[in-house]
């Protein structure tokens, strides 16, 4: 072998292998999976023309995340698939059998073990054979119930993922600058603060029953066995007689689930495995694959060319993110003419200029419209020095872990950075003006159009504006414009907590509304001197009340209040009990409920009926509502201290409802 290709090769595995540990263990993408797969591939020819393979080389060993924390050998060892983009291959691996089609989830994969009903053990895959154990961030997981009915030795194999919306929101609100759900996820499970990881919203979802003692050879059976038990497992398809025609069909309705959106949460591909478990056993392991364990599909990436119009910068929270506004182009069946560019780093990655740049742009997983080449470089990359939504200035941060530059804007006060309160303001518990997400909210701060309360009320002279921007149209405008109008007649209570005032949520704006109304309410916070002044209103205290004043008599806080007066009629909400089954009572709610819609759907049911809801337990509290009733949990603890009854939400109904 010449020492050409040789180095070629040792070239390819580093690139590789930084690549992979970069995207295993929640850092910056190094590359896109567009680029990887065709530097593995490349790697791979090599190895068959040459005969040749190093140690490292990533085509035998398996990618490990490196997670931090107490290691664990794994009692069945998490092999990886073979993986290939033809659908001959899937054919001629399936043979006569009857086999599953299942998504693979892009996330991170974590082995879940119980034992006599209980929780056991959570452990990440690591390299396969041994991990790093997580079972304390199991309660900020969704999905990993504490205990199950099967009372024996359960081993299940699932990913832990983030839905792209629950991302999106994520990077909005905390303003960290993330390339996909799949590197949050991974950056998540590495946290030390169970309420920080609870946060990100992750849910693991069960794609294999490894082991149970119960005799089931069935793979069908055995996730049919899982959702009994109550697991959510991953979306599964059975082809009975697969052949190219069977194959491709199940293939096809997968991606038509994928472009059309209806799939949540990120994949990278599909997953077949043989319905009869003893046979897929008894392969044999080729590096670190085992051959019968199942095969990977990946989708061909279509890369179509385009030219470089302008970059956009759109702030989210306080980062300002580079978007790419090409020329547009068809991809997988849809026009696309934009695509975010993440961060600075990636632009210089790319060697991204100006306009008339040539770009090649694809659809990472039928999906997300990502730039992967630059063909030929325009002009020069030029950083704003000032925030396209406040115009402050603007400064380059270099991530301590990473090294990655993203750029930030300087202003706290910037309306971008503001983003979280503007979501509460239009929330159902607020405003509840129907139509405007947090993602359009983010919109229209962009283009400029929101700096205040009273702005998304004045959205109604945008709305051709509004129609005109890529994914609204005439529709979505109209149907913000009802929303606008409904909104206008505001319920005072949900104003109040709309204001974002610290401490006051639904509970205590409904008590001070229930003393004064709304003007005589602003009007002594204005002008009280006391800070205590509403602390005898029940439930309300001295730092709430303080909160509520202070809030008050800032300058600029009642300016945009009395702004959006002019905007809104404020309605007296005088409604009475329904009913007198809880008069007298009061109740804590805590944990989750099965009967009622929500906790909220509770209260307001306790409310009704001349009851009390408070947020924690103490002398004047009569029952505390806890479906579980052996819990060790603080409320639970503290009940039972004050010799208080904890009761189940079914108790609660039989006694009050």
């Known amino acids: ?36 797969d065709a530097m593995f591939d490349r790697l791979k020819r090599l190895e068959e023309e040459t005969g040749t393979v190093l140690a490292d080389s990533p085509t035998m060993n398996v990618s490990a995340d490196n997670i931090a924390g107490q290691k664990e050998e794994h009692e069945f060892a998490a092999l990886s698939l073979a993986k290939t983009k033809k659908i001959e291959d899937l054919v001629k691996w399936a043979g006569s059998r009857k086999i599953w089609v299942s998504w693979k989830l892009d996330g991170l994969t974590l082995v879940v073990t119980y034992d006599r009903g209980r929780l056991n053990k959570v452990v990440t895959r690591g390299d396969g054979h041994t991990g790093t154990n997580i079972t304390h961030l199991a309660p900020a997981i969704h999905g ?9 030795h359960l081993v299940i194999r699932g990913e832990a993922v983030i839905s792209y919306a629950d991302f999106e929101k994520f990077r909005m609100e905390s303003g960290e600058d993330y390339a996909n759900p799949r590197n949050l996820a991974s950056g998540s499970l590495s946290l030390k603060d169970i309420d920080e990881v609870r946060r990100r919203e992750i849910h693991w979802i069960p794609f294999t029953l ?12 055995r996730m049919d066995y899982l959702e009994k038990l109550g697991f959510a497992t991953v979306t599964h398809k059975a082809v009975d ?16 689930e994928v472009t059309s959106g209806a799939n949540p949460y990120p994949v990278d591909g599909l997953v077949i495995v043989y319905d009869d478990t003893a046979y897929a056993a008894t392969g044999s392991v080729t590096g670190h694959h085992a051959t019968r364990a199942g095969y990977a599909f990946k989708w061909q990436d279509e890369a179509v060319e385009s030219e470089l119009e302008y970059i956009e910068w759109s702030c989210a929270a306080s980062t300002i993110t580079p978007v790419a506004v090409f020329k547009p182009v068809e991809i997988e069946g849809t026009t696309v003419k934009r695509a975010s560019l993440c961060n600075i780093s990636e632009c210089e990655r790319l060697h991204i200029g100006d306009k008339g740049t040539l770009l090649s742009v694809i659809k990472a997983n039928k999906i997300i419209p990502k730039v992967i080449h630059v063909t030929k470089t325009e002009g020069k990359f030029e950083i704003p020095s000032v925030c396209p939504v406040c115009g402050e200035k603007t400064v380059i941060n270099i991530s301590e872990n990473s090294g990655t530059k993203t750029l930030k804007c300087t202003n706290p006060s910037c309306a971008a950075k503001q983003l979280k309160k503007y979501t509460r303001f239009v929330s159902k518990q607020g405003m509840d003006i129907d139509g405007i997400s947090e993602a359009t909210l983010s919109r229209f701060i962009n283009e400029g ?14 709305l051709d504006e509004i129609a005109a921007l890529e994914g609204f149209g005439e529709k979505s405008a109209a149907n913000i414009e009802a929303s606008l109008t409904k909104a206008r007649k505001a319920d005072e209570a949900k104003l109040v907590f ?15 509304l229930g003393v004064y109304p709304l003007g005589e309410l602003v009007e002594k916070a204005e002008t009280t001197q006391d800070p205590q002044f509403f602390s005898s209103i029940d439930g309300i205290g001295p730092e709430k009340s303080a909160a509520f004043i202070t809030w008050f008599k800032d300058p600029e806080n009642m300016a945009a209040f009395k702004d959006l007066l002019t905007e809104i009629e404020v309605q007296r909400n005088e409604s009475a009990p329904e009913g007198n089954r809880c008069e007298g009572l009061t109740f804590v709610v805590t944990g989750d409920v099965y009967q009622y819609a929500n906790r909220n759907a509770l209260k307001a049911y306790i409310e009704s009926q001349g009851g009390k809801v408070t947020g924690s337990v103490s002398k004047s509290t009569s029952f505390l509502i806890n479906n579980d009733l052996e819990s060790t949990s603080s409320k639970n603890t503290k009940a039972k201290s004050l010799g208080i009854e904890i009761i189940s939400e079914e108790e609660f109904i039989r006694r009050f409802a």
């Open 498 to 512: 709309a204001l974002n005032i610290p401490l006051v949520g639904q509970d205590v704006a409904k008590r001070l």
């Open 1 to 36: 072998m010449s020492e050409d290709r040789l180095t070629l090769m040792r070239e390819l595995v580093d690139s590789l292998n930084t690549a992979a540990d970069a995207y295993y263990n929640g850092q910056s993408e190094l590359m896109t999976d567009y680029e990887w």
């Open 144 to 152: 990993i119930p504490a205990r199950i009915a099967d009372k024996g």
């Open 241 to 256: 007689t697969p052949d190219f025609e069977t194959i491709s069909a199940a293939v096809a309705e997968f991606t038509e």
């Open 210 to 221: 490894v082991h149970s003692d119960q005799e089931i050879s069935s793979w069908g059976e």
């Open 449 to 462: 159009w929101i700096h205040s309360y009273g702005d998304i009320f004045r959205l109604n002279s945008h």
